[in-house]
């Protein structure tokens, strides 16, 4: 279980998460969703070891994370799929693996260079061509295979469908899926509220730096009016 506990965060002076709390059971997708700045990214780059926090922890099966560097969060076991699909753009895809997999012993990186092929074979044929060639989607896929390549314990994707178009989306959404089958703790956070709705089992709604709602995802879907008012209170502040 990743557990996120009562995280308080300020950026430039200012606070932006007032005691946020979530979890993130192994195998399941957790979503996380909330109007433009409510706090989701800030929420993510806490857990990735990129922001400090003001206070509250961030634990791992009960190993604190929350002092640690975004390369030790990483070895650790917790990836993370950054805002924005953004890839190194002159290197070749092949590449963009390879360096996602430099913290793996040399012996290991075939291995999981063809393990992160085998969930992306469209991959395959773009190898050798430059990152900055993709489609947006193709991107992502190479985003999420970099997360992936040194088999995390958890992926926090942060804006899965953002820009891409709706057949790229079902793959995604695909993809992640199978890899919480197979026992990976996913936090998605998620513009496009319907696709994280129904593919994952509980949700986090953040309003203002504050959990409006955390409980089963049916229950948003059934009950709509819990998201809008949430999303209305962050339009009206
Ligand atoms: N680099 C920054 N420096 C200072 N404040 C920031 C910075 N980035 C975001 N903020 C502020 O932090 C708060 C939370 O923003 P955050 O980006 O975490 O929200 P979000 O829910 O991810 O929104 P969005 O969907 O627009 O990215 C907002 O008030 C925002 O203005």
């Not at 992502?140 to 953002?162: G, N």
């Amino acid at each position: 279980m990743l557990q996120v506990q009562d995280l308080v965060l300020h950026r430039s002076g200012k606070a932006v998460l007032h005691g946020v709390s979530l979890e993130i059971p192994a195998g399941q997708i957790t979503a996380l969703v909330g109007a433009n700045g409510a706090g989701k990214s800030s929420t993510v780059m806490a857990i990735a070891g990129a922001l400090p926090l003001t206070s509250g922890r961030i634990e791992l099966s009960g190993h604190a994370l929350h002092r640690m560097r975004p390369e030790a969060v990483r070895a650790a076991g917790v990836a993370v799929v950054p805002e924005g699909h953004k890839v190194l753009g002159d290197l070749s895809v092949r590449d963009n693996l390879r360096v996602a997999a430099s913290a793996l012993p040399a012996a290991e990186v075939p291995a999981a260079l063809q393990r992160v092929l085998a969930v992306f074979p469209e991959l395959e044929v773009k190898l050798a061509q430059p990152a900055k060639s993709l489609s947006g989607g193709q991107k992502q896929m190479v985003c999420i295979a970099q997360a992936l390549i040194a088999a995390p314990r958890y992926l926090v994707i942060d804006e899965l469908s953002l820009g891409l178009s709706p057949m790229i989306v079902k793959r995604l959404a695909d993809v992640v899926q199978q890899i919480a089958a197979q026992g990976v703790g996913v936090l998605l956070i998620e513009q496009f509220t319907s696709l994280a709705l129904a593919i994952s089992t509980q949700a986090c709604v953040l309003e203002r730096g504050r959990i409006a709602f955390n409980g089963a995802s049916g229950t948003l879907r059934e009950r709509p009016e819990i998201l809008h008012s949430s999303y209305l209170a962050s339009a009206a502040q």
